[in-house]
């Protein structure tokens, strides 16, 4: 288990900056994995989010595969897999965002044997060696992050594991912001829809006292002329 980084790159520095981006632009998460795994020597990256029940309701999959097998892993887990990886995701929301562990620390020998998971999905995909993050963003809403390479890459270093979660923390923070962001744009929609609907006049204008969005009642009003005087 990893606590602490002591001393951070300069590209995970730079790093973070796009993290926040993604925040705003879900385009852009491809490019933080692309450049998560190339910090660390990584085949791939997952960031899975899940509902309360702990059932995935969007995966962000980045592989140096080519992209068929890319999309055939997510989906391979969304619609099967998944269902076998509810021990290693309660156990990294357990620990928290503090910790960091490896595949092998959360799964026992014995497991594995048996493991559909293991056995069928990681092995298929040459993604045994693993990085595993979790946590909690809300009531409704958990995050998990891992980090794959191929077992013969070797282990992950004490640096690349205290990168992982240096950037896996501000991924948790960004992720809490976008769902700030879409509350923010969902209540300003029903602000929206109901000014629109409304018999009353609504104008709004910016800091200049330009108008950026008027009703059709608005609209109509400002159009007659009757009811304007020159101020």
Known sequence: MIIARQSIDHEANDLVGLI????????????????????????????????????PNETIIHSSLDERAAMAMEEDYIHWYHQFDDYRIEAALNNGPTVVMTNDELTPEERKKNCPLYNEYFRYYDAEEQLIYGSQISNDLALAIVHARPREAGAHTLEERQLFLYLANHI????????????????HGSLVDVLSSSRHAAIAVNQNGLVIWQNECAQRELLDTRILKQV
């Open 172 to 187: 948790r923070r960004a992720m809490g912001l976008r769902q700030q962001f879409k509350l923010v744009s969902s209540l």
């Open 20 to 55: 926040y981006d993604a925040s705003r632009n879900a385009e852009l998460w491809t490019e933080v994995q692309q450049k998560m795994c190339a910090l660390s020597g990584g085949l791939g990256s997952h960031i899975l989010l899940f509902d309360r029940k702990r059932r």
